[in-house]
């Protein structure tokens, strides 16, 4: 098939995962993006400009989108002989946690609710994903004062598969070993953002220096214009303690660092899925994350018990006992290395395709 795979935010898990499916994909897929920034007016605009670059809808077989496009109005621009139309949701602006600035924006969320219901077939990053969705959805039709569309819930869990997205590394076997450093390093490699909750994990890092647990600290991960304070804090805080500070633009450095990595902690309040996580865990970091979100379903049940932390106390005692003993991990880093590889686009894309090849068939 020729496909037409519109980004209106091509940035972090976005980019990832739209450049993973475009070098994979058996099918020919042509990439239209516009720049991660001012997200709110690219669910607002984004239609306009695609409209605009992309003179011949009819050339395509499949148009492949993601949440952050308002995809009625793009139907409306292109009339009435466009292909089929595939929607992924990385996030929604439903269940989406506000920082302590936020208002909810309903407009933005409605437009998620309509956009699914007008794609032909609408895919989510995991069940945690999708049940928060239709949950928050259900609530906001409630507050409509009448006419309430009650029924298009239904509708949508209907037309509605969940599938993961592939990740950038290769399905080839890696051996973990163990690091050549003098200390543990603790690998952070999630966005610099208020939703991964960054505070709880320094301040579990400052009371295990404070006991004199040694470790190593690589600070990895995307940033926007505005970074926490709690980052520049750290900074200072953990001077002896960090080997590296910000985004790496290498794909290949920023791997090596994990591969280095023991430990990979999350202590987000939003994740629909975790590639950070994952690309962590393949290269050998064993993880510790917190019993919500996706967490537990991506990783395997057997060994939730020592991946799992339940309260900011609970990782501290998990992440000392890991730092003290780090060489008594690495078979379960091995085991959860294998088990990721799972993850890769070598062996999820196929998924993807004939899923792909259904809808232009008409299922």
């Known amino acids: 098939m020729k496909i037409l795979f519109l980004e209106p935010f091509f940035g972090g898990s976005h980019k990832d995962f739209a450049l993973g499916f475009a070098a994979h994909s058996s099918h020919d897929v042509d990439l239209v993006t516009l720049p991660d920034s001012f997200w709110k007016w690219r669910m607002r605009g984004a239609s306009l400009y695609f409209i605009q670059q992309v003179k011949n809808l009819s050339q395509y077989d499949l148009i492949f989108t993601t949440d952050m496009m308002n995809l009625t109005d793009f139907m409306a ?6 292909p089929p139309v595939v929607m992924y949701f990385h996030e929604n602006q439903l269940s989406y946690p506000l920082g302590s600035h936020g208002k909810r924006d309903f407009n933005l969320g409605f437009s998620n609710i309509v956009s699914a219901f007008a794609a032909d077939l609408v895919l989510f990053n995991s069940n945690f994903h999708f049940d928060a ?31 993961y997205p592939g990740c950038r590394f290769s399905a080839m076997p890696i051996i973990v070993e163990k690091s050549p450093l003098d200390r543990p390093l603790i690998i952070w490699n999630h966005r610099w953002d208020y939703d991964k909750n960054p505070e709880d994990f320094f301040n579990v890092l400052k009371a295990l220096k404070k006991k004199g647990v040694g470790f190593y600290l690589a600070l990895l991960g995307e940033q926007y214009e505005i970074i926490p304070e709690v980052f520049k804090m750290a900074r200072q805080i953990f001077a002896e303690e960090i080997l590296v500070y910000g985004h790496l633009e290498s794909r290949e450095e920023y791997r090596s660092w994990l591969a280095r990595g023991s430990v990979v902690v999350s202590t987000a309040i939003q994740e629909n899925f975790g590639i950070s996580v994952v690309e962590a865990v393949r290269h050998g970091c064993f993880p510790l994350l917190p019993n919500r979100l996706s967490y537990p379903e991506i990783m395997p049940e057997k060994f939730h018990d020592e991946i799992i932390f339940n309260s900011r106390s609970d990782l501290q005692q998990k992440l000392e006992k890991l730092l003290l003993a780090p060489d008594k991990i690495l078979p379960v880093r091995q085991s959860l290395s294998d088990y990721t590889r799972r993850f890769s686009w070598e062996t999820i894309v196929n998924r993807y395709d004939k899923i792909l090849e259904k809808v232009k068939t008409g299922f």
């Open 133 to 163: 969705f239709i949950r928050a959805a259900k609530l906001q039709i409630k507050q409509m004062p009448d006419y309430r569309p009650d029924w298009i819930t239904n509708v949508l869990e209907k037309k509605t598969q969940v599938l």
């Open 77 to 82: 621009l292109g009339g009435r002989n466009l």
